[in-house]
């Protein structure tokens, strides 16, 4: 079977909407990630684990997206706005429903949380706006949302261009990996970046009133943005957290596919109970 969307034609998507649905849609973007990585690292990410899970279950993926809000600022790094990549996701996921796909996979392989808090709020809206989208189910696959793996990375500190990333890349695309190139920032700003990925954006205001947007800069000296541990990294250990992440995905996947398909059926859907009152308050 084929798995890449983009070389199957048209009629060979026609045929195969009439037996399956689903489809994953991958995203990355164009972004720092030390010396020793390249710039397309979350790009891969994002298609590497894509298509390992589009094998398991049966379906296919849509091409990458590659740009979304990144937030570094070292050269190379290529930043959109997150409206607008959400706008676009918005735009592509609306085209997918509205020729017969019902199940959308999203696969984040950049794991900012501005474009993706933006993307998820937008998408709620657009499904809330749109009766003909309200039959779609739309997921989003974070790794660290299933695997335990991925949970143990990130309780290491280990965000960015460390060794689940560095390890990723060996395994995957080993031809990008320049470990020979590897270099860290100072030490302090390497376990600044370790303690808290955000602590690469500086913040600053007039007023020093919650009130006023600040402004949002990288700190000047961070000059390599590694936020981990990437001397540590090897082949085998990005082989085993690919295998981790596919392995705790597939099986809520296929139940949740199949709790979709006799929703449509029925009617029948799952009533999400929001608790947390007055958001208002908290902007």
């Known amino acids: 079977m084929k798995h890449a969307m983009a070389e199957m034609s048209v009629k060979e998507v026609r045929e195969y909407l009439k037996e399956n649905q689903t489809i994953i849609f991958p995203y990355g973007v164009v972004e720092q990630h030390g010396y020793h990585l390249p710039l397309s690292t979350d790009i891969h990410n994002a298609e590497v684990l894509a298509y390992a899970l589009a094998e398991k279950l049966g379906c296919i993926v849509a091409p990458c997206l590659n740009y979304c809000f990144s937030g570094g600022m070292l050269p190379g790094t290529i930043n959109v706005k997150p409206n607008n990549f959400s706008n676009m996701v918005c735009d592509i996921v609306e085209s997918l429903v509205l020729q017969g796909f019902l199940n959308i996979l999203i696969v984040p392989g950049h794991g900012g949380s501005e474009s993706l808090l933006h993307l998820k709020e937008s998408l ?14 739309i997921l989003f696959l974070r790794r660290n949302d299933f695997s335990e793996r991925s949970k143990q990375s990130l309780a290491e500190h280990d965000w960015h261009a460390g060794k689940a990333e560095t390890s990723m890349i060996l395994a995957n695309r080993p031809h990008l990996a320049m470990l020979d190139q590897l270099e860290m920032d100072t030490p302090e700003i390497a376990e600044l970046l370790r303690d808290d990925p955000d602590a690469y954006q500086k913040r600053t205001t007039f007023s020093g009133l919650r009130a006023e947007v600040c402004n ?7 000059q390599v943005g590694v936020m981990g541990y990437p001397e540590k990294a090897s082949a085998e250990i990005g082989r085993l957290n690919l295998e981790d992440a596919v392995k705790s995905m597939v099986p809520p996947l296929k139940k949740a596919i199949e709790m979709a398909e006799e929703g449509r059926k029925t009617g029948m859907l799952i009533e999400m109970i929001d608790n947390e009152k007055l958001k208002m308050l908290k902007l």
């Open 216 to 222: 949002t800069v990288q700190r000047p000296e961070i």
């Open 124 to 137: 709620r809206i657009q499904k809330w706006l749109n009766p003909a989208l309200h039959k779609a189910m």
